[in-house]
């Protein structure tokens, strides 16, 4: 009894791997390989199923200078200090008493800015 199962299990398990989709790679001598190719590729191990770096680039990420989110913190510091290089040329422009309201004004839209 068991030689007939462990028989059945050994030729279900042949009928699966003869079913499995094949490697499109060409051998040297211009034959199509016949080895099954790696679950979600196109082409087996030897073939280059597993070549090159993983999807993401996870191994490159180092510092995170380059991130989406330091890019759009740059770019929100630079409109900050371009507003305030615009208001600091307002000031001088203005004399007196007129630039301490104004000096009122920027700080308090620095600090509702920060407090962001």
């Given at each position: 009894m068991?030689?007939?199962s462990?028989?059945?299990?050994?030729?279900r398990?042949?009928?699966?791997?003869a079913?499995?989709?094949?490697?499109r790679?060409?051998?040297?001598d211009g034959?199509?390989?016949?080895?099954?190719?790696v679950?979600g590729?196109?082409?087996?191990?030897?073939?280059?199923?597993?070549?090159?770096?993983p999807r993401?680039?996870?191994?490159?990420?180092?510092h995170g200078?380059?991130?989406a989110?330091?890019?759009?913190e740059?770019r929100e510091?630079?409109?900050?200090m371009q507003?305030l290089r615009?208001?600091?040329?307002?000031?001088?422009?203005?004399?007196g008493?007129?630039a301490?309201e104004?000096?009122k004004?920027?700080d308090?839209?620095?600090l509702a800015?920060?407090?962001?």
């Amino acid at each position: 009894m068991r030689d007939q199962s462990d028989a059945t299990v050994r030729l279900r398990c042949l009928a699966l791997a003869a079913a499995a989709p094949r490697c499109r790679a060409r051998r040297k001598d211009g034959q199509p390989c016949r080895q099954a190719a790696v679950r979600g590729k196109r082409v087996c191990r030897m073939h280059g199923a597993f070549a090159g770096a993983p999807r993401g680039n996870t191994n490159r990420l180092v510092h995170g200078r380059y991130t989406a989110a330091a890019i759009a913190e740059r770019r929100e510091a630079q409109d900050a200090m371009q507003q305030l290089r615009a208001l600091a040329a307002e000031l001088k422009k203005i004399d007196g008493e007129d630039a301490q309201e104004k000096l009122k004004e920027i700080d308090e839209a620095v600090l509702a800015r920060c407090s962001k």
